[in-house]
């Protein structure tokens, strides 16, 4: 990551559009939080919830919506959406630089890999036949990619992320240590108690703005390709079965599973630690609460939950038992409905 | 993987069995899904529920069971279990090749190593002493197997596979890319507040036949071993703790913990993302719903499940709080079965 | 790991306190498990209710406390805390030893990184500028240290571990392969239905003391720093979000997912596959069941608790399908209940 600026709130207002409200010649060289932020640092703030930290703040200015604008004086821009204005600003001030090109003596490229000349390969890492590799990528150290593998233009590969043969990422893709794209998919048949391997033969297709965080796996396809569309992000220690469709701009939180052929729509939020069963369909701008198991198809937008209440252990144990029960509670409800209306008859 | 083939169907059934309908000379070169298998390819119905896709195939020929061998005019072959029959079919055109002998030069290999003539150890590959890699076995880039380590026959590592000291694993085993065997079980004593570690004595042994995805971790034992039996299949991202062991030919879907010194018998199955605590057993033939918690041992063969059921978020909220006052609910109605049976009697 | 010994239990109980009973001249050169410990090694008994095993057990001496120093009449320790006198023997027994300094000629090492003499530096290692590693540090093959990050001495890095730039590792860590340190946290602000990354400018600072399981990952800080305090043990395949921070020993079993910007107090021990959500404070001394979700903050001390309880698919079906219906099935209840008020008035 580089850095640059510092820049004026009016230059910054030039570039990325607001407000400014207090004086535009402060100077601003970094980002920071409400909380830690120092001289010559911009916060930001995203709900008013927070308002004692912005009256605490030692910034230098912040950004924040119109409803906040009177809750300091400090110089400030004003705008719509405050937490993406930040994110915006944070990247002119910390732009992603392109990589010193170079291939390191101690990779292994294998003769037939089309390496960019722009593109940067780091100690330890193997190509193989028929790979390609972008203009402006940076492959970490001890990264592999296997046989055919296609990398689009300014993808960064951080060390150690394995792409199995075959598999294409597209551009602008960030990939976190202990990636696995390509692993064989879960795929079995039963014969008489053993169990016999079905040859994984589709592969994995990924969009351009792909992020995939830390030790996440997608496994190939069983025939055809598990396909990941563009914009999707994904955090880390995430599990993308055999040939499942995530949708574009979809972003799902971490240690999240997803078993095999299920679709997912475009512009989901899936929580972490969320279990999503194989074969479902789950429609454009759902969002499933995290650490919800998915067992069915959702057909229509909307917030999803599934998740027992913790409580003290002696209250959760006398309760997780009736639920056990809860058949036979509601038999007895019934028979009650059933002896009061008699009395009721009788009496009446 | 290697191509086989073309085969007509008359020669499949000769080497696989089921029985011809249709023309027996068709060629087949490979296998596909009823969706997308084009001229060439043989495709399979494994249920009667997706038979409108079998209405609208392209493939060249089916593998089905006798119950659906009508609903197709295309040459097929009618057989029991068709979805192990297509796991066959498709192996025996995408046959498993032995690696290309040989041993890269940028490996480290101890020279108190024993690799046979017929492994392939790739660039970046580290072996230690006394480690021993049997025939036709390969292991991939960066891969690291300790000292001691003994690898059977046949077997694939992925690359970046991790083997710590002295774990055994069998014939023919399977380990993808990530796949760490034998760190350290989580054993810990508490002493006054702190957490004392206790040395991890044992070992992983792992049995023939053995498939491990992507990113599973498999812990040694504290004092004796954790064992993986003959044909068990391990999917991404398992973790399975010290002293465990797992019984031949079961199979555990993705993301699923086990906690040390559980003993899971042969052929089960366990669904994703299951939670198994430690200390349990749990017998043959068992079945774990995906996501389910196993808290105690399981004595009898069935299928087990526990899941928090999702629904719309305001739905579950409204239910969930109830839940956890469900003993209160249970006390009103038995105070209500009391009154009604006085008020019965009373007026009796 | 090394290996020390035989000792006389006289001379383990000089060393290690705790009152002999039996032969004190036996000879000890190992532990073992109740069930498997044979001649020349000491078990240990933690709870009555592995009596059976005591009774039946090779081994030549035990360990265990007052209450338990009549069911044999082997050798013995007797001690308060048996379990914690048995971490602290096998540890004399099976000492950490030093690794040989060394700096392996396939270790990628840039100029400006300060190496400790009395380090090792396996194959395949990569440590880039400005990184510093201490007096008697292990680092495993394969393992990545970016720019500016400092390892404390007595560090030990199994093979394949990635530490991302600028974070800082206190001394006597335990490490485990396929650690991801200081990956980018998931930090996206929505636009319009697309995500902007955040760059991810805060690092990771891991205290003294501290192991940390296989595939295990802890992201850096978006603007601070994630937090990992001393003596904090983390299990295998835990992530832990950015800015969070852990307490000075706790310890957190494997699989469970912690999101961004939790606190997690002092002593507190987290069940497997628990999840915790993100932004929540949870004080000092607080236990978490396995597999439970924890969404809200925890202000007391406690053991907490929130798991579906498992059952035969069938009654889960049934009693999950009234878990969805408890908001009737309590209206129902207080319509009954009133019902019957205004009988037994009208009787009365």
């Given at each position: 990551?580089?850095?640059?600026?510092?820049?004026?709130?009016?230059?910054?207002?030039?570039?990325?559009?607001?407000?400014?409200?207090?004086?535009?010649?402060?100077?601003?060289?970094?980002?920071?939080?409400?909380?830690?932020?120092?001289?010559?640092?911009?916060?930001?703030?995203?709900?008013?919830?927070?308002?004692?930290?912005?009256?605490?703040?030692?910034?230098?200015?912040?950004?924040?919506?119109?409803?906040?604008?009177?809750?300091?004086?400090?110089?400030?821009?004003?705008?719509?959406?405050?937490?993406?204005?930040?994110?915006?600003?944070?990247?002119?001030?910390?732009?992603?630089?392109?990589?010193?090109?170079?291939?390191?003596?101690?990779?292994?490229?294998?003769?037939?890999?089309?390496?960019?000349?722009?593109?940067?390969?780091?100690?330890?890492?193997?190509?193989?036949?028929?790979?390609?590799?972008?203009?402006?990528?940076?492959?970490?150290?001890?990264?592999?990619?296997?046989?055919?593998?296609?990398?689009?233009?300014?993808?960064?590969?951080?060390?150690?992320?394995?792409?199995?043969?075959?598999?294409?990422?597209?551009?602008?893709?960030?990939?976190?240590?202990?990636?696995?794209?390509?692993?064989?998919?879960?795929?079995?048949?039963?014969?008489?108690?053993?169990?016999?391997?079905?040859?994984?033969?589709?592969?994995?297709?990924?969009?351009?703005?792909?992020?995939?965080?830390?030790?996440?796996?997608?496994?190939?396809?069983?025939?055809?390709?598990?396909?990941?569309?563009?914009?999707?992000?994904?955090?880390?220690?995430?599990?993308?079965?055999?040939?499942?469709?995530?949708?574009?701009?979809?972003?799902?939180?971490?240690?999240?599973?997803?078993?095999?052929?299920?679709?997912?729509?475009?512009?989901?939020?899936?929580?972490?630690?969320?279990?999503?069963?194989?074969?479902?369909?789950?429609c454009d701008h759902v969002t499933v609460s995290a650490c919800t198991v998915?067992?069915?198809?959702?057909?229509?937008?909307?917030?999803?939950?599934?998740?027992?209440?913790?409580?003290?252990?002696?209250?959760?144990?006398?309760?997780?038992?009736?639920?056990?029960?809860?058949?036979?509670?509601?038999?007895?409800?019934?028979?009650?409905?059933?002896?009061?209306?008699?009395?009721?008859?009788?009496?009446?």
């Amino acid at each position: 990551m580089g850095r640059s600026g510092p820049f004026t709130l009016a230059e910054i207002a030039v570039r990325l559009g607001g407000r400014v409200a207090g004086n535009p010649g402060i100077l601003i060289r970094q980002v920071g939080s409400l909380e830690r932020a120092a001289e010559g640092e911009i916060a930001f703030l995203s709900s008013l919830k927070y308002r004692s930290r912005l009256v605490a703040t030692n910034a230098s200015a912040v950004v924040l919506s119109s409803e906040a604008e009177a809750l300091t004086a400090l110089p400030r821009i004003v705008c719509d959406n405050p937490y993406a204005y930040f994110a915006r600003l944070s990247r002119m001030l910390n732009p992603s630089l392109p990589p010193v090109p170079g291939l390191h003596p101690a990779a292994q490229i294998s003769p037939g890999a089309r390496i960019a000349a722009s593109a940067r390969v780091d100690a330890g890492v193997v190509i193989e036949e028929g790979a390609s590799v972008g203009e402006r990528v940076a492959v970490g150290a001890g990264s592999f990619l296997g046989t055919g593998v296609a990398l689009g233009d300014d993808s960064r590969l951080y060390p150690s992320v394995t792409i199995y043969r075959d598999c294409r990422i597209g551009a602008r893709a960030l990939l976190h240590s202990g990636v696995v794209i390509g692993a064989d998919g879960f795929g079995m048949a039963n014969d008489g108690g053993q169990w016999i391997k079905i040859p994984q033969l589709g592969g994995v297709v990924i969009g351009d703005d792909v992020e995939i965080g830390a030790n996440t796996t997608v496994d190939r396809g069983a025939l055809d390709d598990t396909v990941i569309e563009d914009g999707v992000k994904l955090d880390n220690q995430i599990q993308v079965g055999h040939n499942c469709r995530i949708g574009a701009h979809t972003a799902i939180a971490g240690c999240t599973g997803i078993a095999g052929s299920t679709v997912i729509g475009r512009h989901c939020a899936i929580g972490g630690g969320a279990g999503i069963l194989g074969h479902l369909t789950i429609c454009d701008h759902v969002t499933v609460s995290a650490c919800t198991v998915i067992s069915r198809s959702i057909r229509q937008p909307g917030t999803y939950t599934g998740v027992f209440p913790f409580d003290h252990n002696k209250a959760w144990a006398r309760n997780a038992a009736l639920v056990r029960h809860l058949a036979e509670l509601a038999e007895r409800v019934r028979e009650l409905e059933n002896r009061l209306r008699a009395k009721e008859k009788g009496d009446g």
